[in-house]
């Protein structure tokens, strides 16, 4: 077990309750569904803003397959500072204009990225409030 599996329970209770703001500005929690076990996942993200959209970069993409799920896009429901959204994610390999976006708001990836040919973000678009039925 990673140090990440042990800290995420921890980071998925901050997210979800009022004291989110401490993390909020720079993590969320994705929620989206396997494609081939059918079972849902929340995880929390480091995350950029793209204008209305959100941007995710998976580093280490070849050692994690949550992303997998989103290729060719998938429904996924967003916690962002609070509050409860849905989209669509899209994930998308080796966009060197996503990666110039992203290092806009992280300066530090810049070195992971320059380490990895083919990057892999997670696109996140389409975004609404989520319904609560």
Not at 38 to 67: C, H, M, N, Q
Not at 86 to 112: I, K, Q
């Amino acid at each position: 077990m990673t140090l990440q599996n042990l800290g995420n329970p921890f980071v998925r209770a901050l997210l979800r309750s009022r004291l989110h703001g401490i993390l909020s500005g720079s993590l969320l929690l994705v929620t989206y569904t396997g494609r081939r076990t059918g079972r849902t996942f929340t995880i929390p993200v480091l995350y950029a803003e793209d204008g209305a959209d959100l941007l995710v970069f998976v580093g280490r993409s070849a050692e994690k397959v949550w992303w997998r799920n989103l290729s060719g896009g998938a429904p996924v429901h967003v916690r962002l500072r609070g509050r409860e959204l849905a989209g669509t994610a899209t994930a998308v390999v080796g966009d060197p204009e996503l990666g110039e976006r992203y290092v806009a708001r992280f300066p530090r990836a810049e070195r992971s990225l320059a380490g990895d040919p083919a990057p892999v973000f997670v696109c996140i678009t389409d975004l609404r409030p989520a319904d609560d039925n």
